[in-house]
């Protein structure tokens, strides 16, 4: 679980952490560009002690 483990890294607790769970057949390009895509739809203040975990089609944000 690593870094989603919110029982180990409460939310709040840190500057925000991003989880990135995509296949790993996943061409390198199309992966980046899907990144860079998604993370630019988040408000700065979302990123601020929250979680998120992006997956193909998903985004959670916990916060």
């Not at 860079?36 to 990123?47: G, H, M, R, Y």
Request: charged share 20%; glycine share 8%.
């Amino acid at each position: 679980m690593g870094f989603a483990n919110v029982l180990q890294y409460p939310l709040g607790t840190h500057h925000g952490i991003v989880v990135v769970r995509f296949p790993s057949e996943m061409p390198t390009r199309t992966l980046v560009m899907t990144l860079v895509e998604t993370l630019a739809t988040i408000q700065d203040a979302e990123f601020e002690g929250s979680l998120i975990i992006l997956e193909p089609g998903r985004m959670r944000i916990r916060r």
